[in-house]
């Protein structure tokens, strides 16, 4: 369990810190046309966001209701590995509370609550609409 909190930690730290970087470069829509029309572009975004699909999979089970469910699959749309790591280290701290092993993390459905994704979910629409803007409102 360990070793997970640690991994998930790094992995959250890692992804917030090249997002960090990335954005101080340039904006998130100023990818230049030849790169998102590259064919390995286009496969490797593919690639990610069917094993978000799958990921979320998962998730949907895990999740009681509906409303958790959708805003899950949105915000793991909108935040990719950072969402993913944040719901495994979420995970991992209510088996810590709640007592288990490993087997609980994969094996126990929970009540579906909303707020923390959406939270996330606003916050993600909040930021790919600033980094839109120039294409939104010239």
Do not use: Q
């Not at 490797?44 to 958790?68: H, M, N, P, R, S």
């Not at 288990?100 to 609409?129: E, H, M, N, Q, W």
């Amino acid at each position: 369990m360990l070793t997970l909190r640690i991994f998930f930690t790094l992995v959250l730290i890692g992804m917030v810190g090249v997002i960090g970087w990335a954005s101080s470069h340039c904006a998130l829509f100023d990818i230049p046309r030849e790169v998102y029309t590259h064919p390995w572009f286009i496969a490797t975004l593919f690639d990610a966001y069917l094993a978000f699909t799958a990921f979320w999979i998962w998730v949907a089970w895990k999740e009681g209701t509906v409303g958790a469910r959708v805003l899950w699959l949105l915000t793991i749309f909108l935040w990719g590995n950072p969402a993913i790591a944040g719901y495994m280290l979420l995970e991992l701290a209510r088996v810590r509370r709640e007592g288990g092993g490993l087997d609980a993390i994969f094996t126990t459905k929970r009540p579906g609550r909303i707020a923390l994704p959406a939270c996330l979910t606003s916050l993600g629409i909040a930021v790919y609409v600033l980094g839109a803007k120039t294409i939104l409102f010239g």
